[in-house]
């Protein structure tokens, strides 16, 4: 039985790590981009290339198949020299971005999954403490073990008048990532308000079914305030 409890808090933390090391990535990369692209200048043939490429998408298929470009090879190398050397610099770059920042890459979408699952694994440990302190029997364990991640937080959380209303936002990205359809990839996106409703929802979560379970441990609610104290020095 311990190795269950050790093993969804090794996964949790690994899932919660990455969630956060790949939305500093898609930031990073969005302060380099705009340091790449501001203030480059374009030519007449550029200018030319890009009436022709915004044409070309009118006819998908036929675009994707002729790859056309919508840059010259200049300017193409000249981009790839500014991004070197953003990429060199990309410490000193110190851009912030304001909470209605829209998201919306495949990062952005790779830290709703994993922030999702570390969530989502907390809940079914706690579901096994439960079981384990016979707050639950083993056939409604086996029971809810089986639902939905929703119908989880709903049933560990009831009479207990917590907001879920972030939580069920997290689930529905979660599910635009997990279910990649093209609506889906359209429609995605997420401001940085959002997250950190999310991530605040999420923490006060956590430090309620942490108080039952007095585990001796580095806490998951203590793990997100460290993740989040550090996203709003770097971003913020």
């Not at 990309?90 to 999954?113: G, Q, R, V």
């Not at 001796?216 to 020095?233: A, H, P, R, T």
């Amino acid at each position: 039985m311990i190795p269950s409890f050790r093993n969804l808090k090794g996964a949790s933390s690994v899932y919660l790590e990455n969630s956060f090391k790949v939305l500093n990535e898609a930031l990073e990369n969005e302060s380099i981009d705009k340091t790449v692209y501001d203030n480059l200048e374009y030519s007449e043939e550029d200018l030319e290339l890009m009436r022709i490429y915004e044409e070309t998408k009118k006819k998908p298929i036929e675009h994707l198949r002729n790859g056309y470009s919508n840059i010259t090879n200049v300017t193409f190398i000249k981009i790839k020299e500014r991004r070197a050397l953003a990429i060199i610099n990309k410490e000193s770059l110190d851009l912030k971005f304001p909470l209605e920042h829209n998201m919306n890459d495949m990062k952005t979408l790779l830290h709703i999954t994993n922030f999702a699952l570390f969530f989502e694994t907390i809940i079914n440990r706690h579901l096994l403490f439960l079981k384990t302190t016979n707050k639950i029997d083993p056939f409604e364990y086996k029971h809810i073990e089986k639902s939905s991640v929703i119908n989880k937080i709903l049933f560990i959380t009831k009479g207990q008048n917590l907001s879920l209303n972030f939580i069920a936002k997290l689930f529905t990205l979660r599910n635009f990532a997990v279910h990649y359809t093209a609506d889906n990839a359209n429609n995605f996106g997420v401001t940085i308000e959002i997250l950190k409703s999310i991530w605040k929802q999420v923490r006060t979560i956590l430090i309620t079914l942490e108080k039952k379970e007095q585990f001796l441990e580095e806490k998951g609610s203590e793990m997100i305030q460290v993740y989040m104290e550090d996203f709003n020095e770097r971003w913020n």
